[in-house]
């Protein structure tokens, strides 16, 4: 049975230095022969939502400031498609271009969600980020075999409510361990 990493934390090893996912947390929204998508959970930019609603005038300025998220910071959610938006979703609800992960979790790009939350009408837990993470057929696999990669179910504690620059090391505690216990080399006695 081929591997499937959707609802999992994908947790770059302290070993990706220097390259675009050091420290990076993953959350795997689709994975299948094709290839694999993600979305990065830990990486604000200095954007706010309320900033996106403006831009986009999806209502009017007055009425932003009081929608819920409006404070809260864009996610920079990986190189691919930087200027597209995405807004992972709890309780999943099908909007024009959504992706269900799981019963709870939906990944939508089309601004119809946005336009439920600028009314606030919105899901009750939401991350939006620029951008998204992707791999071709067999490349996420490839890096996992390179050990690039931890892996673990997504929590959505950790995604909702905690804070982004926190999700590396909560999602590493999910593995029962710390980041300072991991090495990429191997021990010898």
Request: net charge negative; proline share 3%.
């Amino acid at each position: 049975m081929p591997l499937n990493l959707v609802g999992q934390f994908l947790i770059a090893m302290p070993s990706q230095l220097g390259d675009a996912f050091e420290r990076t947390v993953v959350y795997v929204c689709e994975h299948n022969a094709s290839g694999a998508l993600g979305i990065v959970v830990n990486r604000s930019s200095d954007v706010t939502i309320s900033d996106v609603l403006t831009k986009l005038a999806v209502v009017d300025d007055m009425s932003i400031q009081y929608v819920a998220h409006a404070n809260e910071t864009v996610l920079v959610g990986g190189p691919v498609q930087t200027e597209r938006g995405f807004v992972l979703h709890s309780p999943f609800h099908q909007y024009a271009a959504t992706i269900q992960i799981t019963d709870n979790l939906g990944l939508t790009s089309s601004r119809d969600i946005l336009e439920d939350v600028a009314r606030g009408e919105g899901p009750e837990h939401m991350l939006l980020a620029l951008g998204y993470a992707g791999w071709g057929a067999g490349q996420l696999e490839d890096e996992l075999a390179l050990n690039a990669w931890l892996n673990v179910t997504a929590d959505e504690h950790v995604l909702f409510e905690t804070l982004p620059r926190e999700r590396y090391n909560q999602a590493m505690r999910l593995l029962g361990f710390d980041e300072a216990m991991l090495s990429d080399q191997a021990g010898h006695a």
